[in-house]
């Protein structure tokens, strides 16, 4: 089994490993490149490989004529001269990275794919979709799901929905109005906006370079965390790894939910796809929110919620009665978007096209 993995990625995960387990602690200096190819039986290549993806991740960082150096902390400090001002992060930000996608899927594989519906699954498109979505979409998500981004997740943890928006109202009713919800500052405004609608009550939690300042979750009373640990939206904050395991070490520690919004980060750059909150606690801390919308295009009006393996079957009973909100000929049509592959060689197009600009090359 072993042998299946590539070998920078077993570097990297046995790394990872001692880092997070306080083998090598903050400011521990790693072996050099050559030093750990000889250790792994492997090249200087593959280690700088998973060296940069340490790196791209929060685990470690680079000095220049030095080495590479342990920058995990189990809890992320926020030293002087980090806390700077959240308005200056989104200098970058396009318009409304929820709403608009300059990469959306070819409109001729769309065609091909609705031809190829029609004509396969015939008048099973005209029949009533489960309330939680058809068995065909969430057997091909959970699958795409296990190969691509390391989450293992069964069909019936997997809810259906038309978009993120119509999922936070179901969030809620599995949850309850009578929590305090916590959401990053700044955040999306929108998801304020729902949860309010729904008579919740909101707190703000200013977001620092590394995510969420420890002392905002340290004093807050909120039992519901809304994050966006990729690329969140305005700021363009990314949440280290040590901050993404803070804030499950403070869900687990008050009995807490962590509602992960994860819109954006299958358009990574790096090579590897991003450790999800739900993937390091899938059992009962992590409800997990991803849509189609910035994958494939803003009229894909399709998202999915997991919910965790211990909680699924008690939160589903609260809203069962729901209707799915998505025909089954679009369910189809994106089933066979995953089962094809044509949506992840969509992805490793658009995430190649910009590490490509990323790097100036043409």
């Known amino acids: 089994m072993k042998g299946k993995i590539a070998a920078y990625l077993r570097i990297y995960t046995d790394i990872r490993e001692h880092i997070t387990n306080g083998d090598y602690k903050f400011g521990d200096k790693l072996p050099s490149k050559r030093m750990m190819a000889e250790d792994s039986d492997t090249s200087v290549i593959t280690v700088e490989h998973a060296y940069d993806l340490l790196a791209d991740e929060g ?8 080495g590479y150096y342990v920058s995990y902390m189990s809890e992320d400090s926020f030293p002087v001269g980090e806390e700077r001002n959240i308005e200056a992060f989104s200098e970058n930000a396009v318009t409304d990275k929820y709403e608009e996608s300059l990469d959306s899927f070819p409109f001729s594989g769309f065609a091909r794919t609705m031809r190829r519906v029609l004509s396969t699954h015939g008048d099973k498109i005209l029949e009533k979709s489960p309330n939680d979505g058809s068995l065909f979409l969430r057997d ?3 699958r795409y799901l296990q190969r691509s981004r390391g989450i293992h997740v069964k069909n019936d ?45 909101c707190e703000a939690l200013k977001l620092g370079t590394k995510g969420i300042h420890s002392s905002e979750l340290r004093n807050t009373t909120a039992d519901v965390l809304h994050v966006t640990p990729f690329d969140s939206y305005p700021s363009g904050v990314t949440a280290t790894a040590g901050k993404r395991r803070e804030y499950i070490a403070w869900a687990e520690k008050r009995g807490a939910i962590i509602i ?7 358009f990574s750059t ?19 929110l991803n849509t189609f919308t910035k994958t494939l295009s803003p009229a894909v009006r399709i998202g999915y919620m997991l919910l965790p393996g211990e909680l699924a079957d008690e939160l589903k009973r609260k809203i069962d009665f729901y ?12 089933a066979e978007l995953l089962n094809s592959g044509d949506f992840e060689r969509h992805v490793n197009r ?13």
Do not use: H, W
């Open 59 to 66: 685990y470690i960082e680079a000095k220049e004529r030095s």
């Open 140 to 142: 091909s998500i959970s």
């Open 157 to 201: 943890q997997i809810i259906i929905g038309a978009g993120s928006e119509y999922l936070y109202g179901l969030i809620v009713q599995m949850l309850g109005r009578e929590r305090l919800y916590a959401l990053e500052d700044p955040s999306y405004e929108k998801i304020r906006k729902v949860y309010e609608a729904n008579g919740v009550t």
């Open 260 to 266: 992960e919004d994860d819109y954006a980060s299958e």
């Open 270 to 288: 790096s090579s590897k796809s991003e450790d999800t909150l739900f993937s390091l606690e899938p059992e009962r801390t992590v409800i997990y």
């Open 323 to 334: 209707s799915c909100t998505v025909p089954m000929f679009d369910q189809y049509v994106l």
């Open 350 to 362: 658009v995430r190649r096209r910009r590490r490509q600009a990323l790097s100036g090359n043409d």
